[in-house]
């Protein structure tokens, strides 16, 4: 690879076979064989003309001084002394301080292709893409916010209007009002369905069961209607309506409704003794558990609930990692309890998968004490499972931590990027007015 | 970062540039400015300003200002250390009194049976509440704006920690009869609770505890985050635990409600073991609801330790400054500091040029005797003028070495431009508005008094070398003084002694009479064995021992219009902000290397470095000032003065340039450095 020679700056003379180039005020001396292979590159081609009428010549670079055979280039001298590189070492690496974007613009220039670009300067490459990626979406949602409608028909620009209000709270009082209505409803919802489960608030019925209290059943009823008519109308005034029924937030709001629904055509049912009794409240019994989702429907109105769930998302595999470890560490402690209780006659441990749950409450230091360790032993095992409990959550969480912060953080500054991105096409578009009335 | 920001907020142009790319780092740069800078400048402000009254100024004064700022520093020095220990104390003292009041051996009984204060407690009670009362109100009475005073979050604690004593003396006086006194004993109670609040007033004397009041105030939207993921999972654990276990006899699980309490201990993995599951189906949302519960807490936390490490640092540097600008104040009531107009100070800064002129040739051994103690060996000085406007009767020699050492002004003169310097920050002002403040002093006042000394020494000119070390290129700010001085200067060159060779040492001859003894010592009677003493190993030695090989080196020109540009140079470094944090300003020479003469200035840095840490004593650095080395004082001294200029730039929004300034100096100080030693 050394062998090789490096390009020389600043001599004067222009030998055989070489070029002098003066890329921004640097000039260098290049050696037509190390260019010649990459010959599609523009210095090669550059050299294979040089001989050749000045038009081609002035079509290749910005200036040519024939006196010292100089070719002249007006773009940057840090990113062409990287893109140098690639003649010499066959591969690129951007420098610090080089802005991806335009170094890619650079290597455009020179016709080198991307692909010799380093992997690790491609990974920053791609990191920056997708950041500007994200902002010309922000930009793109703001900007649509900002359009006025432009829609034809008036079933169109009804529906818009209401995609609007459902969707969009920032855009007017009476959004603004149904979000937080809907958040509200979420929030009454949810603690009519844990003060439901309360004894001392339930009345019996006519068979002498417990049920829940006539009042709070109309509230829950009352907050299942709010909720389908949301979903409907959503639904109704989506434009793209497969996308929207199965997009994230869509589908819990589906979930947290349905089970109302199951459970009323199911008793219904019962009631017509269609089917048996006590299967319909059986499966009434389960299906209320998932009334559970419809917390999660607090999500659409959190962005950190959503960062959350991205952060979550995009640690998928710390997360395994964190139960692999919490596994393998229940597994081995439990078992060494078990055998090292063996020997106390009135042990706690009675097998080794009644011991798991007590690896999991000493593991996570929560420690309710309902079996602990009597012998020694036991204890001793108990103190390094507590240690290896911190340590097994502690080291996969730390990711888990700092995907989620750098999301957060993230989030900000690309919504404060986009604002600021619109801020400048406003600015610019009205200097190109000013230039335009001006003319 | 914030200082790209500041300067693409600057200069409207350029944003429009800027690709969206670069965008993001604007909008960190922005969130930070905005979430952490702004809002602690205004804070500390807040803090730190409300005191100095003028109301019961004269009688008063030590007490209240000490008692405005227990910071350490007012009229009153050491005073107001001990009554913010008093106060801690006290503070401490009731606390500990409100709990023990709660111990049933030391209850008392009243006359209905019910129990009551100890009654030596109660005094110490009394006392503390005299105490604090007192407290209040003379900081109350102290304070120019009394509303602001009203609306201070530490006031209204500690208003908080008086009131409720007052309001249960005041209800249990008016209400003697036994029928209102249970209604009223309920009422006392709530007021007792709140007595522990005044545990709230060591918020005062803690600088962490303000910070952590700041950050949980600034991260309100990651707290409400905690609490909403914290929420969420309590519900959804304590209904799945509840479903999975109310069919099991004699469950603690009655209701959702009921199970709420297991799943919060069991999420915060504090576990009293008072409900646990016992079904399987239980134990499996148990095990699940503990890992949930360690990774729902620890996700927002770090983002609010996050900001409050921010801000506390931010904090720390900015409270840094306050005691600085305070120090300063104090050492100007202590006399130590007379203040004075800006021509005197102009006049003095004159004072730290010390301009030594050498011969280049062989005597270098020689030479670098001389400087050890340059003034002294010489013995007596020769000339010494005064150089107003019209009398300039130096001359330079023509073959001199020029060195550009880092200026400095005595202290108590660096000191005032210090705290000019901090005044300006403190109002926020523009950077613009010094240059042009600068340029008014400077042209008017070259007032100083120069100890010449012409040595006989050969000057043999060293012709052959010509080499300007460009090294040192000014800053804009020095060239613009120098531009301003250069009338002045010029007349220097008229009266070429040029044949001599000789050593021209300009000395803080002119120092004032009001100095305090150490300063004296270096200052009137004794400069130069003053200054040489006090730097054994600062600039001059440095430079001296290999004096050709300087970073400076402009090669003799013959007699001509030799003293020009040294003496330009020297009087650009007196521009009070300048020579403030760019001392390094003075290696101005190369400007014109046609016209330099080469010289040999040294300018002493020393004593700047004394105020610029001002918040050590004074000393302590005249000492110290002999160990460090030149260059290490200079970066120190550099960073300081960057740390006030970020300040500054923080809260007033233009700025950068200079910081870039101070950066470019000191480098090529430091080649300077390791040079004559390679």
Request: aromatic share 8%.
């Amino acid at each position: 690879m050394w062998t090789i020679p490096k390009p020389r700056y600043r001599t004067d003379l222009c030998a055989e076979g070489q070029i002098a180039v003066n890329i921004g005020g640097v000039r260098v001396m290049l050696f037509g064989d190390v260019l010649n292979r990459y010959p599609e590159s523009r210095l090669a081609e550059l050299l294979n003309c040089s001989t050749q009428n000045s038009e081609v010549i002035s079509s290749l670079c910005d200036d040519f001084d024939p006196s010292r055979k100089e070719f002249y280039f007006d773009r940057d001298p840090d990113a062409f002394k990287c893109i140098i590189d690639v003649y010499y070492f066959d591969e690129i690496h951007i420098k610090r301080g080089i802005c991806p974007i335009c170094f890619i613009k650079e290597m455009e220039f020179w016709k080198i292709d991307q692909s010799v670009l380093d992997e690790c300067c491609k990974g920053y490459l791609s990191e920056k893409e997708e950041e500007l990626k994200e902002i010309a979406k922000k930009v793109k949602i703001i900007q649509e916010d900002l359009e006025v409608d432009r829609c034809i028909t008036r079933t169109q620009r009804c529906q818009r209007f209401m995609w609007k209000l459902m969707e969009k709270p920032g855009s007017s009082l009476l959004a603004r009002i149904i979000a937080i209505a809907s958040f509200l409803s979420v929030l009454v919802s949810a603690v009519v369905m844990c003060v439901g489960t309360i004894p001392e608030l339930q009345v019996t019925d006519a068979e002498g069961k417990l049920v829940e209290h006539p009042i709070l059943e109309a509230i829950e009823t009352a907050c299942m209607s709010w909720f389908t008519a949301e979903y409907l109308l959503r639904l109704a005034s989506s434009p793209n309506k497969l996308h929207f029924a199965l997009s994230f937030m869509n589908v819990i709001d589906f979930m947290a409704i349905i089970p109302f629904y199951v459970v009323l055509s199911l008793t219904y049912l019962g009631t017509t003794s269609m089917m048996e009794l006590a299967n319909v409240q059986q499966a009434v019994q389960a299906l209320r558990i998932m009334r559970i989702a419809r917390i999660f429907k607090l999500a659409r109105h959190s962005s950190g609930l959503q960062t959350l769930t991205h952060a979550l998302k995009r640690s998928l595999k710390e997360l395994g990692l964190l139960l692999m470890y919490m596994g393998v560490g229940i597994f081995v402690f439990s078992a060494l309890a078990y055998t090292m209780e063996q020997s106390h006659p009135e042990t706690l441990f009675r097998s080794i998968p009644q011991s798991f749950w007590w690896a999991i409450i000493t593991m996570t230091t929560v420690g309710y004490g309902d079996i602990y360790p009597k012998t020694t032993l036991g204890k001793c095992n108990a103190a390094v499972s507590f240690l290896c409990g911190v340590i097994a959550i502690a080291l996969p969480i730390h990711p888990i931590i700092n995907n989620f912060v750098v999301f957060y953080n993230k989030q900000k500054e690309l919504e404060t990027a986009a604002k600021h991105e619109v801020e400048l096409m406003e600015l610019k578009s009205g200097r190109e007015a000013r230039r335009k009335s001006r003319t | 970062m914030s200082e790209r920001y500041l300067d693409v907020n600057r200069h409207q142009i350029s944003k429009g540039i800027l690709s969206g790319l670069c965008v993001r780092c604007l909008a960190q740069a922005r969130i930070k400015l905005q979430a952490w800078i702004l809002p602690c400048d205004e804070a500390l402000h807040s803090v730190a300003m409300e005191p100095e009254g003028e109301f019961v100024s004269v009688l008063f004064r030590p007490v209240i200002s000490s008692l405005a700022d227990p910071n350490g520093h007012s009229a009153w020095p050491g005073g107001e250390n001990i009554l913010a220990i008093i106060s801690i104390l006290f503070i401490v003292l009731s606390t500990i009194a409100l709990s023990l009041n709660t111990l049933p051996e030391l209850q008392d009984t009243d006359e209905f049976g019910h129990a009551s204060d100890n009654p030596q407690l109660a005094h110490v009670e009394a006392v503390c509440i005299a105490w604090f009362t007192m407290e209040y109100l003379l900081r109350f009475l102290s304070s120019p704006s009394k509303w602001k005073f009203f609306k201070g979050p530490l006031n209204i604690i500690d208003l908080l920690a008086i009131l409720p004593y007052y309001v249960t003396i005041f209800l249990t006086e008016s209400n003697k009869s036994v029928l209102q006194f249970q209604n009223v004993r309920r009422v006392v109670q709530i007021f007792r609770i709140m007595r522990i609040l005044r545990i709230l007033k060591l918020a005062r004397h803690s600088t962490g505890l303000q910070s952590l009041g700041f950050t949980l105030r600034r991260s309100y939207n990651e707290l409400g985050l905690l609490i909403l993921f914290l929420a969420m999972g309590i519900m959804i654990f304590s209904s799945l635990v509840f479903f999975a276990e109310k069919d099991e006899e004699d469950t603690k699980f009655k209701s959702i409600p009921a199970s709420f309490w297991w799943a919060t201990i069991t999420m915060t993995t504090v576990g009293y073991g008072d409900i646990y599951p016992k079904t399987l189906l239980g134990k499996i949302v148990g095990g699940l609801c503990c890992i949930a519960g360690v990774l729902v807490i620890a996700l927002p936390i770090p983002i609010i330790v996050n900001n409050f490490s921010e801000f506390y640092k931010e904090q720390k540097r900015q409270e840094k400054a306050i005691k600085r600008r305070e120090a300063l104040e104090r050492a100007k009531r202590n006399g130590s500091i007379v203040s004075m107009n800006q021509k005197d100070v102009f006049g003095r800064s004159m004072e730290l040029m010390d301009v030594m002129v050498e011969n280049i040739d062989g005597k270098k051994e020689k030479v670098h005797d001389n400087h050890v103690s340059p003034c002294p060996s010489k013995g007596i000085p020769k000339l010494k003028s005064q150089m107003s406007s019209s009398s300039p009767t130096k001359t330079l020699e023509p073959s001199y070495q020029e060195h550009a050492m880092p200026s400095s002004s005595p202290q108590h003169l660096s000191a005032q431009k210090l705290e000019e310097m901090y005044n300006k920050m403190a109002k926020t002002q523009s950077q613009p508005d010094l240059n042009s403040k600068e340029k008014g002093p400077l042209s008017k006042a070259v007032k100083a008094e120069f100890e010449m000394e012409s040595i006989p020494t050969k000057a043999i000119p060293s012709t052959a070398e010509a080499i300007t070390d460009m090294r040192s290129m000014s800053s804009i700010d020095s060239f613009i003084s120098c531009a301003t001085d250069f009338p002045e200067s010029s007349r220097f060159s008229q009266s070429p002694i040029s044949s001599i060779p000789g050593r021209v040492s300009t000395n803080p001859s002119l120092e004032p009479t009001l100095e305090n003894e150490h300063e004296g010592s270096q200052g009137t009677t004794t400069p130069l064995i003053g200054e040489s003493t006090k730097h054994g190993g600062s600039p001059k030695s440095v430079h001296f021992k290999n004096p050709l090989k300087c970073s400076l080196k402009v090669s003799f020109r013959g007699g001509e219009d030799s003293g020009t540009g040294v003496l330009s140079d020297s009087s650009s470094v007196q521009s009070p902000e300048v020579s403030v944090y760019t001392t390094a300003s003075s290696r101005t020479p190369t400007k014109s290397p046609e016209n330099l003469p080469p010289s040999i200035f040294t300018f002493h840095d020393s004593s700047i470095n004394k105020f610029i840490d001002a918040d050590t004593d004074e000393e302590e650095h005249l000492h110290d000032g002999s160990g460090t080395k030149p260059t290490q004082r200079l970066l120190e001294k550099a960073n300081h003065t960057e740390d006030a200029q970020r300040r500054q730039g923080n809260s007033t929004l233009p700025l950068d340039g200079q910081e870039n300034h101070v950066a470019q100096e000191v480098q090529p100080l430091q080649g300077e450095q390791s040079h004559p030693n390679a």
